[in-house]
């Protein structure tokens, strides 16, 4: 049985439980899927996982149009995404017990296959199958958020087919010049490498490319926010490490997306489209570790993706449970609500602790290290634009969204406690954002666990990491204290942005709003293009003679196809063409 | 065990006559049968549906053999090869007519329901007939190793082809110009492909498609005549086959013809006909000859890109479904003669495998259409709202073979654009590349009209009422399933048809075939 279950990539369990799942009438029945086949995943892969040697346990070979795919690629770098991956998708499931949506479960099931399968692809033709995958089922739960959500869905759609189309032109220049479609590190300067790298930057949301996450992501439904926070941005995170570790303008591109999502966060009204911002920033540190490429970076990033696919899934379900209780998440419509929703107010108080990376919390011991390879990689700017984004992200995702949420001044809503199921999951991701922080204990205890599963050895070598040192924690309360001491000094002289309704026009109404004047000026175009042709025509045979004009050019039914004179005339011309290139040639 | 052993030895002596011999029968028996009632058209129906199934077992029978035992020889009436009709039989030529025979046995299931609400009842039997000579037209311009028999069967498939288009007519009145526009252009390529055999015969005194190889071979390369001839039958053919720009007879037969035979023409017509130029550019005349690689590569390649960018352009802003199909039609055939182009076994492999592709999916997508004529009497896109949940499973199958034809992984429309885009890289092509992935992006957005409206719009209200589900019959939804599901298992397992294109390609990178086979029956 278990040599079965391993004999191909464990994504197909999910795919598998997603289509069971879509003919599965009672939703119990589906909630137990959501649960158990990531569940059984999580196990299997790290059976796999202990079964491989050195590199990693390799399989599930597949023979496609000649060439040989690699569908199981379990090494140390991937294992850390698949267990993560496996387990946000359990808690996904959880927290979405409630509700009774057959499209969300399916495509949720089908979109945790899809995450855990580019993870674990060995090979650039099936990550980009399972990264159109992903795509593909994803937009089906950003559809579930309402009416609204229908053509940010589609936007969501054109980004990343986009990002799949250029994933697979890269794929095949890189194939074709090395004759190898592995997926190991690819570089910027290989063939194809900036094809692809723009492809995974669609994804994991580089500047200017990053707009589709805050367009599509608060407009989903309370559950299908949670679960999109978890799996696309962070592939897109292991897809550049893997393939472009240690590429220079990869710390700049990601210093400037941790600091440029404050502004618009600390001005935004919706707090999820606040925390759709945050996750920008998050994504930053990210990609600027990638960009250091040393072992203590590249370490970093590992554990940051753990512990913000967590913190983040923790403040999407906090404030989900919010919408879910008062249906709106909007900062003017809140406010007081601690007094009647305590335990949310708790998990979300954890999870912005978390994200502000507090010590004794979550984000402390992953961004330090990132932080910390910035200055040892003399990235003296880069290494300032970190630490104003981490005041930032205090100031927006650690105290705007509870402050404004579940205090400020009173709204009078007095909703109920969220829902158990939501409560437990929050509850077990507050749970972990505090234990993978946790200082004391022994060797596999609180950080030293998370610690022990990433790639580098982090007790001694290059990649040695203390986060609990007198200076490190030092150096973290002051910056956090001033930075609330700017937002309370701020507030107190009324000079912080009110929260307010507002658009906030960022860089995608280029290409909405200019993207889709071109299309309309295109399709003018061409109808107007093909009115001029058609014009040019009948003044062409109408002065050969109206007789020939009434033969080739029918009134009535035959109008809108070419008639068959017309046709004649075109095969007589190619024939000509081909004649006379035989008697030059 | 083998499934050969399971055929009478009649089948593998006999089987290339009889393949075109036995529908030619029928199709007059069929014709004489009582049509003044509704019992004769059923009967009409049983009797074609027992021909296309036998002749779908023959094809098969012969594609085992052609693949375990090589390519198979038929003399007509005991008369030998150059001097009488042979019939030729390889790895080129088995799969398409096994393609067009199960394509033929899936369309005339669904032909039951859709034909009677299509076609007049007095003329049923007829339609029938008609098609049984348009089916053993085609078989017989594949199976024929003579080059002479290829235009008179050309000939006998079009001209009653035409008929069945007009018979579209009592649905929709465009049907007759459209049908008249067909035969105009049909003609035309057929007199054209006529024109070149007589030049062949003028310069090598044969019409035997192995003996011209050889005489030309022997010495007739420089020739004008040779030429002449090449640029005729290319050209014909072309038409046939609808290449850009001489498609246009395409959109019209396809839309107003009646659904059965617009779906079962999609999947088959001019996939036979792009067999025939296959056939005379490789293996008769000879592609390393440089005006043949010249004509292939900038007239066959060129036109193919050319057409892929403006059919598919066509086809976003056609308001009817069946000519969005139809552009697309014209579109996918240019991929085909894109990796025609190439010339390299790679490139052939990828055009061939997307022929065997193309027709599964265009094959389901004019099928669900149909349904969705029979059921609502949708014809254009904006009445497709809410199909998705009046028809839910017609339209998911249509749905599979749309994403097919997109090209989304786990389909068969991957794979073959897959092939094609390594086989261009390899050849570095990269522009080739670059329209491939283009149009891909216009073929999402012309299917993804078709499926938008479907999923996304509420069904439409008649009075108070949203229009109630009607799934469409049973004979329609499993053809149309079977092509939907054999759309993702060769999409995801594309070995089998992955073999035969390789096998098809081998034929034709061997250059001209200028020996008979060994294998001889007839006698």
């Known amino acids: 049985m278990i040599n079965f279950l391993t004999s191909f990539s464990p994504a197909f369990i999910l795919i598998a439980a997603g289509i069971v799942a879509a003919f599965t009438p009672l939703y119990q029945g589906r909630k137990f899927l959501m649960i158990a086949a990531p569940a059984l995943v999580l196990v299997l892969i790290n059976i796999m996982y202990l079964n491989g040697d050195a590199d990693g346990a390799l399989g599930g070979y597949f023979q496609v149009a000649g060439i040989e795919l690699t569908t199981i690629r379990i090494d140390n770098i991937s294992i850390i995404w698949g267990n993560i991956f496996a387990f946000a998708g359990i808690l996904n499931g959880i927290f979405g017990l409630h509700e009774k949506c057959k499209i969300t479960d399916t495509s949720a099931l089908i979109y945790t296959g899809a995450g855990l399968g580019a993870v674990f692809a060995g090979d650039l033709i099936t990550l980009f199958m399972f990264w159109e995958l992903l795509a593909l089922s994803s937009v089906f739960i950003v559809w579930r958020g309402g009416k609204e959500s229908y053509p940010a869905g589609m936007r969501y759609l054109a980004m990343h087919i986009l990002s799949g189309v250029l994933l697979l032109a890269g794929a095949v220049i890189y194939g074709k010049a090395t004759g190898s479609y592995e997926f190991n590190n690819i570089g910027i300067d290989a063939p194809g490498g900036k094809l692809m790298l723009l492809a995974f930057g669609i994804k994991a949301g580089f500047p200017f490319l990053h707009n589709w996450i805050q367009d599509s992501y608060p407009k989903s439904s309370v559950t299908g926010t949670v679960i999109l926070s ?69 370490n970093g990033v590992a554990a940051h993706v753990v512990v913000d696919i967590l913190f983040k899934g923790l403040l999407f379900m906090s404030m989900g449970a919010v919408l879910h209780r008062v249906g709106t998440a909007k900062a003017s419509e809140l406010g007081g609500l601690f007094r009647t929703m305590p335990l949310t107010t708790l998990f979300c108080l954890i999870g912005a602790g ?24 003399h990235h003296y700017i880069v290494f ?51 234990y993978l922080a946790w200082p004391w204990g022994g060797e596999f205890v609180g950080f030293k666990g998370l610690y022990a599963m990433l790639p580098h050895d982090t007790t001694t070598g290059a990649a040695e990491f203390h ?29 912080y942005p009110p929260e307010r309704r507002a658009q906030i026009l960022d860089f995608d109404w280029t290409y909405r709003r200019l993207g889709l004047n071109l299309l309309k000026w295109i399709d003018a175009m061409w109808t107007r293009l093909g009115a001029l042709i058609i014009y040019m025509l009948k003044t062409m045979f109408g002065r050969i003679g109206t007789r020939l004009y009434h033969v080739f050019s029918p009134a009535g039914a035959l109008s809108q196809a070419a008639p068959s004179g017309i046709a004649a005339v075109f095969t007589a011309a190619m024939l000509a063409a081909l004649l006379l290139g035989a008697y030059l040639f | ?63 085992m053999q052609v693949i375990s035992h090589g390519p198979v020889s038929y003399a007509m009436g005991g008369w030998e090869p150059p001097i009488g009709i042979g019939y030729y039989i390889d790895a080129l030529n088995a799969p398409i007519l096994l393609l067009i025979t199960v394509i033929g046995t899936l369309c005339m299931i669904y032909a039951l329901p859709s034909i009677a609400a299509e076609v007049e009842p007095t003329k049923r039997a007829l339609f029938y007939s008609a098609f049984l000579v348009s089916f053993a037209g085609l078989l017989g311009m594949v199976a024929t190793g003579d080059a002479f028999n290829v235009f008179v069967f050309l000939e006998v498939s079009s001209i009653s082809t035409y008929v069945l288009v007009a018979m579209g007519a009592s649905r929709d009145r465009r049907a007759l110009t459209s049908a008249y526009n067909y035969l105009m252009m049909g003609s035309i390529g057929a007199t054209f492909f006529v024109i070149g055999i007589g030049f062949i015969y003028m310069q090598t005194g044969t019409l035997n498609m192995i003996d011209i190889a050889r ?23 072309g038409l046939k086959l609808a290449m850009f720009p001489l498609h246009t007879w395409l959109p019209g037969a396809y839309a107003y013809a009646p659904s059965f035979v617009t779906a079962f023409l999609a999947a088959t017509a001019t996939k036979a006909a792009l067999y025939l130029l296959l056939r005379f550019s490789f293996t008769i005349f000879d592609p390393s000859w440089d005006f043949v690689a010249k004509s292939l590569m900038y ?39 894109l990796g025609v182009g190439m010339v390299t076994t790679l490139g052939l492999t990828a055009g061939y495998l997307h022929m065997l592709n193309h027709a599964i999916m265009k094959g389901a997508l004019f099928i669900a259409v149909g349904a969705f004529w029979y059921r609502f009497g949708i014809t254009q896109v904006s009445d497709m709202k809410g199909l998705g949940k009046t028809m839910p499973l017609t339209m998911a199958g249509f749905t599979i073979a749309g994403l097919s034809l ?56 008649i009075g108070n009422k949203t229009v109630a589900k009607n799934e469409a019959p049973l004979a329609m939804l499993i053809p149309l399933w079977i092509l939907a599901i054999s759309a993702i298992v060769l999409g995801i397992n594309a070995e089998w048809t992955t073999s035969l294109a390789e096998a098809a390609a081998h034929v034709l990178s061997g250059g001209p075939i200028v020996e008979f086979p060994h294998a001889v029956g007839g006698h």
């Open chain 1, 384 to 434: 300032g634009m970190l630490l104003f984004a981490s005041a930032g992200v205090l100031e927006h995702s650690g105290i705007k969204v509870p402050y404004f949420a579940f205090f400020s001044h009173d709204s009078g809503k007095r909703p109920k406690e969220a829902p158990w199921n939501m409560l437990v999951a929050m509850g077990i991701a507050s749970f972990l954002c505090i």
């Open chain 2, 215 to 237: 005489v030309l071979q022997d010495g007739g390369v420089d020739s004008r005549v040779t030429k002449l001839a090449f640029a005729f039958i290319v050209i014909g053919l």
């Open chain 1, 230 to 298: 978890v799996f696309t941005t962070k592939l897109a995170i292991y897809a550049l490490l893997r393939g472009f570790a240690g590429t220079e303008i990869l710390i700049y591109i990601g210093g400037v997306m941790t600091v440029f999502p404050v502004f618009f966060a600390v001005l935004e009204n919706d707090l999820r489209k606040v925390l759709s911002y945050s996750l920008n920033n998050q994504l930053g540190f990210m990609v600027a570790g990638i960009g250091i490429g040393s072992s203590l970076a590249l």
């Open chain 2, 1 to 63: 065990m083998n499934i050969t052993s399971l055929y009478p030895q009649w089948v593998f002596t006999h089987g290339p006559a009889l393949l075109v011999v036995l529908p030619l029968m029928m199709a007059v028996i069929t014709a004489l049968l009582p049509s003044k009632n509704a019992v004769g058209a059923k009967l009409a129906w049983l009797f074609t549906l027992g021909t296309v199934v036998v002749c779908a077992l023959l094809a098969f029978a012969l594609l």
């Open chain 2, 299 to 337: 007239l066959l390649a060129g036109m193919g890109i050319v057409g892929m960018m403006v059919a598919s352009l066509q086809a976003i802003f056609q308001n009817d479904i069946r000519r969005v199909l139809a552009f697309s039609s014209v579109a996918q055939v240019g991929y085909m003669l």
């Open chain 1, 467 to 495: 986060p609990y040192t007198a200076d490190h924690v030092v150096f973290q309360m002051q910056l956090l204290m001033g930075a609330m001491f700017a937002f309370t000094f701020l507030k107190r002289f009324g000079w």
């Open chain 2, 406 to 461: 997109i090209g989304v992984p786990g389909t068969v429309g991957f794979v073959s654009k897959l092939a094609l885009v390594r086989a261009a890289a390899e050849n570095g092509w990269w522009w080739a590349v670059g329209v491939i992935v283009v149009t891909s992006i216009l073929a999402i957005i012309y299917i993804g009209r078709l499926i938008e409206q479907a999923y996304f719009h509420p069904a439409p209200k």
């Open chain 1, 354 to 377: 978390s994200i502000s990376a507090f010590p004794m919390m979550g984000g402390f011991i992953s961004k330090s290290m990132i932080i910390a390879a910035m200055f040892e990689g």
